[in-house]
Nanobody
Framework: QVQLVESGGGLVQPGGSLRLSCATSGFTFSSAAMSWYRQAPGKERELVAQ???????NYADSMRGRFTISRDNAKNTVHLQMNSLKPEDTAVYYC?????????WGQGTQVTVSS
């Protein structure tokens, strides 16, 4: 049974930082492409960052330089370090895995950036 469990969301002031984590099980993590997506109210879900098995990373333009995705293959976990947060970063953040031709999603974690 595949599981992706996000954690680390919360309320933060503009300019602050958060670190999201996604603990996974049920598939071969080391060979999976892992991604973070987000969905703000009234908007479509969008890609935030992606990390491939070889640690190649890709970022959405608005997150590049502020967010860092990383993976720990020993712990089957992917992280998203978010710095210099802005109110427009407020959204539910979802962990995604692509493994064996299938996509898997976590339940999401809320990130709210507000003073």
């Amino acid at each position: 049974q595949v599981q992706l469990v996000e954690s680390g969301g919360g309320l933060v002031q503009p300019g602050g930082s958060l670190r999201l984590s996604c603990a996974t099980s049920g598939f071969t993590f080391s060979s999976a492409a892992m991604s973070w997506y987000r969905q703000a109210p009234g908007k479509e879900r969008e890609l935030v960052a992606q990390i491939l098995p070889g640690a190649y990373t890709n970022y959405a333009d608005s997150m590049r330089g502020r967010f860092t995705i990383s993976r720990d293959n020993a712990k089957n976990t992917v992280h998203l370090q978010m710095n210099s947060l802005k109110p427009e970063d407020t959204a539910v953040y979802y962990c995604n895995a692509y493994s064996g031709g299938l996509y898997y999603w976590g339940q999401g974690t809320q990130v709210t950036v507000s003073s």
